[in-house]
């Protein structure tokens, strides 16, 4: 009888039932152990628990049915059958890790057990049959560990209570290290962590191997609704659906002696992406040393001189997993006792430079399309690429301090803090940090999000630190040795500088080097790899990237990163400076038309000029300028010390100005007295600008001979109707001017979708706008029924229930307020098939929803300059899979 | 050649071209006197301008058209071959009315002028050809007459400044009444208004009387769009696009001589639906002295005794117009010198009581059927039968000091006002008031609209007062004779007592009476005609009506007035009394889940009685109650003042009050931390909303025996797991309750369609509801994305340019929100077939709203009780319009 056939519903696969197209039931890890088998790699035998089994879990109210403990063992007992072991045999015992693997890779987050199946018995057995005399010691370390982890993992108790109990043992003995513990301290040490077990639990450790076997894999499902994961799935957009696997797999131990040692390596170099075995093993070690940064490991060529054939043995399987994923891999492996174990492999994290040039190179070796290369670039991680580096020159002068790994590029300066929840708290009161630590570990990274940068003492290029700044595209210098940590009393002491909690320092990630104080960085060099990578991107896009930019600056920058337009000028960010807010002030007092046409008359030159200078940067690149926006009230000071002041400079009491600030006050501002609805009210307002942007247009295109033609955007608009009253007043004074300058020139007027009355009246509305741009940010909003400025106060309970998965302000919701995006675009095309469709809310960076508004048809998005090649990938990425007609 | 053959496009049709079908085009009076003419009655010659050249009036950029203007010639020029006169010919000259005539009758909107074609050359042709000494006068009080109306009407120069030419002539003179003026002196005012009318326009009075013509008719479409017009059309919802017609009409002279007179007349009584001729004229008078309410007109009755032929004459015409339309009929007839002419038909305006009476007879003289008549009756108009009238005891006792006419029924108490501005701010600020004036005028539209009712010392049945008030179902007394009216020093005098402004009075719009003071009122009582009216709407309507109630005493007048069941039940109207307000406040400020729980089980008691209360009045029809649903923050003071005192009660310090309120302060409250989203943070708020309701369904059920299935309702969702998720605790709660209590009990859970998301995503919100009731109140505000409270600001703008014509918080906007309601509809029951539908938001009472609720399949309607036989109604007509399969 064939396995799949004993059970109904199939919840555990042994590693040879499966391979790599099964991650979604099997988990990354178990698809690729499964696919290693298939390749006929060495792998140590194993059965992997279906994420389905996860799910299971619960839906049945966090309890493993009786159905799948069943189906656990009856694969575990396959399983002893293959290996000729037997878990808890004394004789003969089998020892299994237990590990979590979710289907996309979570680095740190789930929870491993290793040397599952110990008791006092298999100990005493071990030791029987022992080969040598150093492994009973062996034998009660990994007892020792054994309880440690599953007394943490699985009942949680924290691993550093036990660390304390070895330092006991330590100084009764008198000495430092744990190398310097013999058999007998080993096997106190595991008296001692029993009595500590039973103390905190009020029962004994376990010692019956099934039960230490069901408890660890409910552990790793329980892992997966812990408040960490949940961190990281809402960070990187993965479903809580999806579930975790189990994988339960014989152990190997590359701590069993000097010939013995585990390692982790990549195919090519993830920082650069260099081609050549890149990693890291220690020997005598189990894999999880080198992972946590505890010891320094040796790089990988090392184990050239030290077990040749070993290394060559595993070159040759790299290559093998390379040339079948077609993609750089990132290899963990075992040596036990002179034998190789391959025990994971997936595709390898890599910084923004790596990726780039593993694409380009993998296509120049013939093994990749470039369609497949696009692909293999995730957009956001360009992000890293476009940050700035230090200066050079300034770096010359700047004083290094100190020298660590170049773990993740990209340059940093900050405060230094030293702990994780510091980096959160001061960073969310605008400050620049540094986190700075001993070493990090996955409570920490929401406070590495917030930071600029991470430095860290201990760890290699491969520990949490690195691993994880590189997925986040963070600036990262590990294992910086010489640091005296003092994290408790928040200084470190470097090449005999103290530095202390909130002085600068300065982190290149791309060197490694650490440098005193503040040292300025210029904008990112754009290297040859990215060029012909791009333009792979652009050759397979369909929409166009603009860019939102209210300044020649900002569109000086964007176009430099590739855009081809502005989608967004924001024209009340023009309102602050000087002049400008006192003009605009007199005009929100002004009784009349005729008193604020007279403040608006001082305005027009500041906006007209602000204008030319936006023209004179984009040619004849398209550039949408969207009339004023806000409410009123956002001009005029709230505090009465303010108003007495502002009131002194219009020449008004304080108590008419005050009045004034009374009568604006709203109940809800965002739907509000703002958008169109001031145009309503003051066409005056709209007139000005209107001047402004056209008499710009006009001198630009006279003094360069461009062909200019200006978009003006109305915002806000709910109602056909009320476009066409402001457009009204748009076109006449547009008309107006133009022919007063007796030359030809387009221009076109559209709208900001971001009402949802906008949306399903998308046909009526479309019949006066040339244009329509969504605004995504008022639109969710509005769609949600929440304000940004007060969501905070709930979507923690929101995220907590799993109510919301993802921030719908950064990442588009498709399901609700993307409908009406979609169904806006129908409507408006269906009354003009010509208009033009983009998108200028923060969702037009982001690559996800830039791949909606790719399905949907838009022509184009728009985002900040900085998120322009993102876009520009994203949409490339979008149309290979999906390619437009 | 015919005549619609002549133009492309015909905009100028003789009476005798059409029929009472073509109002579309020629407007509700014109299609009429074409109809007249069809049946044989003696209607004076004319022509009608249509509805369309209005429109293209507008669309020319309020010009008329040269095409338009030829018609109009030519068509006049056949009229004038017709009646063998002609314009301006002094020999024997044409003379013509203008007056506007829209497809719905807008009493008092539009303007008329007399004696159109009159100038120096004319008057004195007719002079020669006099035919009795007093004729002369009677040309020159014409001539000076049709000055004073083209000055007004035409020019903007108000006709009460030619009112003080005459007093002045009348003051040099020493006489003190219009009839004391002779020939000469009407030739004085002729040549005194022509020099005032000089010196405002700096020409000539318009000689000529083609364009004295073109004038007037522009002048009629130019009213169209005047201040007046736009209000009225908004409170009627009147589309702007319909436009007005023009008459233009040969004069007959009811002011001719004594064998002459002007009348209104209507087939049945107006106030109370009785069967007899119903009316008012004035011997020797033009129309517009009868409806203006300048002079006292005599019943139609006397008409008998006084010209005994036109009196049987007319009454064959009244009953022939009867037969015809099979409709109560409003008709306006001239008698030129002892010759009957008919001017105007039309279905005649009645109270609600007469609507339903003639219904209802009607169907008992089997003129029409019962679904005609249901049709017949405006379902808005019903309001007026529904509110309370004198307290019959305390009317015994309170003083009578004047007696008017019965013109609007109904019971109204406030305190007096003189001007309709001062009604409207009054009214504005909460105040109830009644409107006493001289008389009034389409100026005070609004303010006729914002008082409780309306006192006039002049002015009969037909006066402006009566009939605006009638339509508009308030109460008014009009013509209270005995009234010494000072109305610029805001007092009036009436048997012996000084009224000033501010003073209470109270009046029955049913009696006329007028009473000193307050008097109290009681419930409408329903009478046998309108009892069997509605049950022949009941017998017709599709939809279910339930209510909006919050308490018994609601609840139990909504049951008296026809309700099937609650659609809403808010809870937190309950909570703002003595302990309640103290629990809810300590459930607000407590720092534990704990502290919370303790605080909200003092509020259960009180939560369970209520629904107790209302269980016990509503027996086994269906009751919906919403869970919690505004911010935490209304429930706390903002003042400081009230933070200390309030402090002080929950024993805390001010500081630590005053930061809860900051902290649960929100910039947006309205799209902030309230509905559901409440229960998401704070479950133990749904488990003891909940356990009061289940409780209250179990004590009721057990004491009466009745079988109660309680409707849990739960706000604000926008997203299915957030419905899940607060379905979870309420599930839990009332199963575990009615477990305990050892019954059977059914219960829905189902929840409000307001946030556009929600309608967006109706098919997967469906799968955790039992029924939707679509809260179009919230759900207007997010899909137009203004706040009613802030929206006041700007709608103004708004209706003077004519982007919105009506309040959409008031009537459903069906084009945006009610394409929500209806995609929600349809993707709701694509989930689950057996939803069910309904809506709560205040539009549930409003006619239109309830048509589009009956269109697009929703089960029921909640309104206010004093809607519910409006919706009643309204649904009937519905489901006779589009019958529900």
Same mark, same amino acid.
């Given at each position: ?13 042994? %590693? ?27 792998? &140590? ?54 590990? *979590? ?5 979570? &680095? ?131 479903? @809580?659906?999806?579930?975790? $696997? ?18 982790? $390596? ?31 490991? *040796? ?90 580096? %230090? ?90 040795? $010489? ?39 210029? *904008? ?35 176009l430099e990163f590739g855009a081809q337009g502005i989608g967004l000028t924001r024209t009340e960010h023009m309102f602050f400076e000087g002049e400008r807010i006192k003009a605009i002030r007199e005009m929100i007092v002004a009784k009349t038309t005729e008193a604020r046409k007279t403040a608006l008359a001082k305005l027009l030159p500041f906006q007209q000029s602000d204008f030319e200078g936006i023209y004179e940067v984009m040619g004849e690149l398209p550039v949408t300028i969207r009339l004023l926006d806000p409410p009123l009230h956002e001009f005029l000071p709230q505090e009465d010390a303010d108003i007495q002041e502002i009131a ?66 109305? &915002? ?45 009246? $998308? ?42 998965? *993802? ?52 022509? @184009? ?10 876009? =520009? ?10 390619? =437009?007609?």
């Amino acid at each position: 009888m064939r396995h799949s056939h004993k059970f109904a519903r199939k919840y555990v696969y042994t %590693f040879s039932e499966g391979d790599a197209s099964m991650r979604e039931i099997l988990g990354g890890k178990g698809a690729n152990l499964a696919q290693m088998v298939r390749l006929g790699l060495p792998v &140590p035998f194993g059965i992997t628990v279906t994420t389905e089994a996860c799910n299971r879990y619960y839906e049945d109210g966090r309890q493993i049915s009786d159905e799948i403990r069943e189906q656990i063992f009856w694969y575990f007992g396959k399983l002893e059958e293959v290996v000729r072991k037997k878990l808890g045999d004394p004789s003969n015992p089998l020892l299994v890790s237990v590990r *979590s693997g979710a289907r996309a890779s979570m &680095p740190g987050m789930m929870d491993t057990i290793l040397n599952l199946g110990l008791n006092d018995e298999v100990a005493a057995g071990m030791v029987a049959s022992a080969e040598s005399p150093d492994f009973e010691r062996f034998v009660y370390d990994s007892y020792r560990r054994f309880i440690q982890m599953f007394a943490d993992v699985v009942m949680g108790i924290d691993k550093k209570r036990f660390e304390v109990i070895i330092d006991d043992v330590k100084a009764e003995k008198g000495v430092k290290l744990d190398i310097e513990l013999d058999t007998d301290d080993m096997k106190e040490l595991v008296r001692r962590f029993k009595a500590f077990y039973k103390e905190q639990k009020g029962e004994d450790f376990p010692s019956d191997p099934k039960e230490q076997l069901i408890e660890a894999v409910t552990a790793v499902f329980r892992s997966w609704d812990n408040d960490r994961a949940n961190v990281y799935r809402r960070m990187n957009n993965i479903p @809580y659906s999806w579930g975790t $696997a189990v994988n339960i797999q014989m152990m190997v131990f590359g701590n069993r002696n000097e010939r013995s040692g585990s390692g982790v $390596a990549f195919t090519r170099d993830p920082a650069t992406g260099e081609k050549a075995l890149f990693g890291e093993y220690l020997i005598n070690a189990q894999g999880e040393d080198v992972v946590a940064g505890i010891r320094t490991p *040796s790089p990988i060529e090392d184990l050239k001189k030290d077990m040749p054939e070993i290394y060559d043995e595993f070159a040759r399987y790299a290559q093998t997993l390379e040339n079948y994923y077609k993609d750089m891999q990132d290899m963990e492996f075992t040596i036990e006792d002179g034998k190789l174990y391959m025990l994971q492999t997936r595709n390898g994290k890599r910084t923004a430079s790596a990726a780039i040039k593993v694409a380009v190179d993998l296509v120049d070796e013939g093994m990749i399309t470039e369609d497949e290369a696009v692909l293999r670039v995730e957009p956001q991680q360009l992000d890293s690429l476009l940050h700035p580096q %230090f200066d050079a020159k300034a770096l010359k002068k700047a004083e290094e301090i100190g020298q660590g790994l170049a773990a993740s590029p990209g340059a940093a300066c900050g405060k230094v803090v030293f702990t994780a929840e510091d980096a959160k708290e001061w960073a969310a009161r605008g400050e620049k940090v540094v986190l700075v630590r001993l070493e990090t570990s996955p409570e920490d990274i929401e406070g590495m999000t917030a930071a600029q940068g991470i430095l860290t003492a201990r760890g290699g290029m491969t520990s949490h630190a690195a691993v994880v700044a590189r997925g986040m595209g963070s600036c990262c210098v590990s294992g910086c040795g $010489a640091i005296q940590m003092h994290e408790e009393e928040k200084y470190f002491v470097l090449a005999g500088h103290t530095i202390r909690e909130g002085d600068f320092i300065s982190i290149d990630g791309s060197t490694g080097k650490v440098y005193l104080g503040q040292v300025p960085s210029v *904008s990112a060099m754009i290297s040859g790899d990215f060029g012909r990578f791009m333009a792979w991107a652009d050759e397979r896009r369909a929409l166009e990237v603009r860019t939102n930019a209210d300044n020649p600056r900002d569109a000086a920058q964007a176009l430099e990163f590739g855009a081809q337009g502005i989608g967004l000028t924001r024209t009340e960010h023009m309102f602050f400076e000087g002049e400008r807010i006192k003009a605009i002030r007199e005009m929100i007092v002004a009784k009349t038309t005729e008193a604020r046409k007279t403040a608006l008359a001082k305005l027009l030159p500041f906006q007209q000029s602000d204008f030319e200078g936006i023209y004179e940067v984009m040619g004849e690149l398209p550039v949408t300028i969207r009339l004023l926006d806000p409410p009123l009230h956002e001009f005029l000071p709230q505090e009465d010390a303010d108003i007495q002041e502002i009131a002194d400079e219009l020449g008004m009491t304080f108590d008419e100005l005050k009045q004034v600030v009374a009568s604006l006050h709203e109940f809800n501002p965002m739907m509000g007295h703002r958008g169109c609805r001031l145009a309503v009210s003051y066409p005056e307002i709209a007139e000005m600008q209107t001047t402004a942007i056209i008499s710009a247009a006009i001198n630009v295109s006279k003094r360069t001979g461009n062909r200019i033609v200006p978009e003006i955007m109305i &915002p806000l608009v709910g109602e056909v109707k009320e476009l066409k009253f402001v457009k009204n007043t748009v076109t006449a004074t547009a008309d107006r001017l133009i022919a007063e300058a007796g030359i030809k020139m387009r221009y076109e007027v559209g709208t900001m979708i971001e009402i949802p009355r906008a949306a399903l009246t $998308a046909d009526e509305i479309a019949k006066e706008a040339d244009f329509f741009s969504f605004g995504t940010n008022d639109l969710t909003q509005m769609t949600f029924g929440f304000s940004r400025d007060d969501a905070g106060k709930f979507l923690g309970a929101y995220y907590d229930n799993k109510i919301y998965e *993802s921030d719908p302000f950064a990442r588009l919701d498709q399901t609700g307020v993307g409908k009406l995006v979609e169904m806006a675009a129908r409507l408006g095309r269906q009354t003009r098939p010509d208009i033009s469709l983009g998108i200028c809310g923060e969702h037009g960076g982001e690559p996800t929803s830039v791949e909606f508004c790719h399905n949907v048809g838009l022509d @184009y998005v728009s985002c900040s300059p900085f998120r322009v090649p993102i876009a =520009r990938l994203a949409a490339a990425q979008a149309n290979i899979k999906n390619p =437009r007609k």
